[in-house]
């Protein structure tokens, strides 16, 4: 048996310690892939082997390949970062016998939810986020089209999209503050949007979207006028007794936003020839900071960022995960949560940590591999190449062989 792994990473990656290099490096290790980066947003990066550089910063939502702007039909357009060897790294990476997934993030773009906010996320209280772009707009489904047919151009063997959902309220800009505690339900609450897309879309089920809005505008401003109370736990049963019902009918036309725009980009990437996978974010949610997700699976969960993993899964060519947990137990869960839910027939990826608050050791990456494999990935990737210490690499590349073996 063969699994199928790729590791994630960015053209500068390749271009610091040179693309040979890199490329057969991996190809050595025994990875089948890399999920480059295509566009990518703002960040600042600690890098912690590159023979060049320790600390690079990025810029907001450019495409780190040139793109064909005349694809874009809409007021949204590309922004081509500064000259890359982006060509030359995917070249070498085929010479070197790997192949390349498009590792593509979609509407978690400031600069363009800046430059049009008017497509952006609008909060209950008519705030717009400028971190995000919201998938109910028409013209943000038109650019998240376009930008699926620039990609499939490139002929990657899977684009695998990023953000292709609703944003949480806590993964937003660089410098978020906020000196009075918020709970769970009301971090969820400030994360839905009630732009004129979302209440046209909500307008269409017979969903009151300004009565929704009015409902959760008065549970946050209590939230935040008194602590005592927000110390609620997140889920529908609380949401329904806090908003109303009606609020639950809004959720589900979210979940029904997300399926329909997922289900468009893979019509345009498969009409290219080129398979598509969509990313939930589950699992960045709940374990991207500590590594210790905790309560109900990542599949149960994935409401909360408007997917229906199984509605998206059956327009998909791949379902992606994030199990960003540092308990093997907890990856199987999940990972087991999310093949039972899918079914048969579609491929379920994993993405792992091979560093970070969830890395312990290579024995515990090798458990966490196995466990992602017994419980139905057919693929385990790896998150990210230059960010993480080489001796991760190392044990990531381990532990896919080990599991090779025993299975």
Not at 277 to 293: C, I, R, S
Not at 382 to 406: D, E, K, N, Q, T
Request: net charge negative; hydrophobic share 45%; aromatic share 8%.
């Amino acid at each position: 048996m063969t699994i199928d792994s790729s590791v994630y990473a960015f053209v500068d990656d390749f271009v610091d310690a040179g693309p040979a290099q890199v490329a057969e490096d991996l190809a050595a290790k025994g990875f089948s892939a890399v999920s480059l980066a295509t566009v990518y947003h703002a960040s600042r990066d600690l890098l912690p082997h590159n023979p060049k550089r320790v600390v690079a910063h990025r810029s907001e939502g450019v495409h780190y390949f040139p793109p064909d702007e005349s694809l874009y039909t809409g007021p949204l357009k590309p922004q081509p970062a500064e000259p890359t060897r982006f060509g030359e790294v995917t070249e070498t990476l085929v010479t070197a016998g790997l192949s390349w997934q498009a590792w593509t993030v979609y509407l978690h773009n400031c600069r363009l939810a800046i430059e049009y906010p008017e497509y952006a996320v609008a909060n209950a209280f008519g705030d717009r986020y400028i971190t995000d772009l919201c998938p109910s707009s028409d013209v943000v489904a038109g650019y998240a089209e376009n930008l699926t047919a620039d990609v499939a151009r490139l002929r990657p063997s899977l684009i695998v999209a990023e953000s292709l959902h609703h944003a949480g309220f806590g993964h937003g800009y660089h410098h978020e503050r906020a000196f009075v505690g918020i709970d769970a339900v009301t971090e969820f609450l400030l994360s839905l949007c009630f732009c004129d897309g979302c209440a046209a879309m909500a307008g269409v089920d017979d969903v009151d979207a300004g009565a929704v809005a009015a409902r959760v505008r008065g549970v946050v401003r209590s939230a935040l006028a008194d602590p005592a109370n927000a110390t609620r736990p997140l889920d529908r049963a609380v949401l329904a007794e806090l908003c109303g019902e009606e609020l639950l009918s809004y959720l589900k036309v979210r979940q029904a936003t997300t399926t329909r725009l997922a289900g468009r980009c893979a019509r345009v990437a498969r009409a290219a020839g080129v398979r598509f996978g969509f990313m939930d974010q589950t699992g960045a949610l709940k374990g991207y900071v500590t590594g210790e997700p905790a309560g109900r699976s990542c599949a149960d969960d994935a409401w909360q960022l408007g997917i229906a993993p199984v509605d998206v899964a059956r327009d998909v060519d791949a379902y992606v995960t994030l199990a960003y947990a540092k308990q093997a137990e907890r990856v199987a869960s999940d990972v087991g949560a999310y093949a039972t839910a899918l079914g048969e027939g579609i491929e379920l990826r994993c993405v792992l940590r091979h560093g970070g608050p969830d890395y312990a050791d290579p024995e515990n990456l090798e458990q966490k591999v196995e466990a992602a494999v017994q419980k139905g990935a057919s693929g385990v990737d790896f998150y990210h190449y230059g960010l993480m210490p080489i001796s991760g690499l190392a044990a990531a590349s381990s532990a896919v062989r080990s599991v090779v073996r025993r299975v």
